[in-house]
């Protein structure tokens, strides 16, 4: 069983001292176009030194919850993922360089152009200096990352700290698989304990910063890992992004797997109608996973909602959920209106709470420790708050208007200009 030494509490406290660095979607697209050894080897290196302080990050936070919540066993076993996790990117050795590549570090460095290895966090000497937004003040961010080095001849040692580094990064997302069904238990557990019902806003924001900042991580890890093995091969991606992510076709699977599982669910034959808005074929620079996650999550919200209104035994009669996409120069806007009888005012705040659910409440099953979240029809509450990270993520937004009595509209807003920097709580 992993514990953490005092030790090791000062190395995250050093990290943790460090500002993140956020990538926008854009410049993942352009690193990752032609991915080489040279690349591949300088993105390790970002990673390897910025992977340990989000982690440290999060530790930290982690240590520092509101009353007695950091001594709930689910959250200590969450706390302590994240420190092992650190721990192993601090005994992965820097790679030795090859004779090029360092002649041209010097070379870079005066011109100062922002070449700096081997990894600075990684010195505990080194100290960040006052008011620094930046951990290497004179590069901008992301330049680091995105510095070509295509023309230097990795040594076998480089690309071998390249397959290490993977391995490694690969078996800590691993690891965090079950983060989110884990923390959910951890807040069961805390509200067991203080008896209350609803968790607070300080909990509340807690767990949006938590989760927003592994939506990132696991982005990072899983770009880096899927440019490893070549996956952006695959025609139209870069990693897992695609650059010609194609609306209509993610809204007809998610709408199609949505009714699915309202159908599933609920035993009935055919689940309300679902039709869809799309102005010819718009095609953009995202994450299809994302959107899928998101539409798939908002469609059986609606789904439940139209079912739970008019009774399972109207199935010829439901009223369609309209899915209507728009895209204008700057966002691209996907409106999902049921009549499904809407939300109180009073409750519209709660939507956004993590484990609100006005659906008989899912058990967490230890078993689903084993595998990545999958929500259900519905009765865990994450839904709504989980895909509004997802839109955030990438500089979008996501918008709930209720008509108590008639029907839901939900917004997602989605930035095609794809520059904004990833948010980093
Ligand atoms: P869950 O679906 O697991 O309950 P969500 O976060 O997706 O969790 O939604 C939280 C709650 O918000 C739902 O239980 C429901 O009460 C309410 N809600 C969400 N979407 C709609 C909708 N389209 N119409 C009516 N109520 C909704
Ligand atoms: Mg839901």
């Not at 460090?18 to 352009?30: E, I, K």
């Not at 993922?81 to 990117?89: G, K, N």
């Not at 691993?174 to 884990?182: E, F, G, Q």
């Not at 995202?286 to 798939?296: A, C, G, K, Q």
Request: charged content about 25%.
């Amino acid at each position: 069983m992993f514990r953490i030494t005092p030790q090791l509490s000062e190395k995250v406290q050093h990290f943790a001292r460090f500002p993140q660095t956020g990538v926008s979607l854009r410049q993942m697209v352009l690193f990752g176009q032609k991915p080489s050894k040279g690349t591949l080897f300088k993105a390790s290196q970002f990673l390897h030194e910025e992977l340990p302080i989000r982690l440290a990050h999060r530790v930290k936070e982690l240590e520092e919850l509101p009353k007695g919540l950091d001594k709930m066993p689910s959250i200590v076993k969450v706390k302590d993922w994240y420190a092992e996790s650190f721990q192993q990117l601090l005994d992965l050795p820097s790679p030795k360089l090859s004779d090029s590549m360092r002649d041209r570090i010097k070379e870079a460095s005066k011109n100062k152009e922002g070449f700096i290895l081997p990894p600075n966090v990684h010195n505990p000497s080194i100290k960040l200096p006052k008011n620094s937004s930046s951990l290497h003040p004179h590069v901008p961010i992301g330049h680091r990352y995105y510095n070509n080095i295509d023309e230097v001849d990795c040594s076998p040692e480089m690309v071998d700290y390249t397959a290490n580094f993977v391995k490694t990064i690969e078996c800590i997302k691993r690891r965090h698989d079950p983060v989110v069904t884990t923390m959910a238990r951890g807040i069961l557990e805390y509200k067991q304990h203080t008896h209350a019902n609803l968790i607070g806003t300080e909990v509340q924001d807690f767990l949006d910063r938590f989760y927003m900042s592994r939506i990132g991580i696991r982005m990072l890890i899983g770009q880096h890992s899927a440019l490893y093995h070549g996956r952006f091969r695959r025609k139209d991606y870069v990693g897992v992004i695609c650059i010609k992510t194609n609306i209509h076709e993610i809204a007809a699977d998610a709408i199609a797997n949505a009714r699915f599982v309202c159908e599933d669910y609920y035993g009935m034959f055919k689940a309300p109608p679902i039709q869809m808005i799309c102005p010819g074929d718009i095609e953009f620079t995202y994450v299809p996973s994302h959107l899928n996650h998101i539409l798939f999550e908002l469609l059986k919200n609606s789904l439940r909602a139209v079912v739970e209104r008019y009774g399972e035994d109207y199935e010829d009669e439901y009223p369609p959920i309209k899915l209507i996409i728009a895209h204008g120069k700057e966002d691209i806007t996907i409106k999902i209106s049921d009549e499904g009888g809407g939300i109180s005012r009073s409750a519209i705040p709660l939507v956004w709470t993590y484990m609100y659910t006005t659906a008989q409440a899912q058990s967490i099953k230890p078993e689903d420790d084993d595998a990545e979240f999958k929500a259900p029809m519905a009765g865990f509450g994450y839904g709504l708050p989980i895909s509004r990270l997802y839109a955030q993520y990438f500089g979008g937004d996501l918008k709930l208007v209720s008509m108590e009595g008639y029907g839901t509209d939900v917004y997602l807003h989605l930035n095609r200009l794809s520059n904004s920097h990833e948010p980093l709580p």
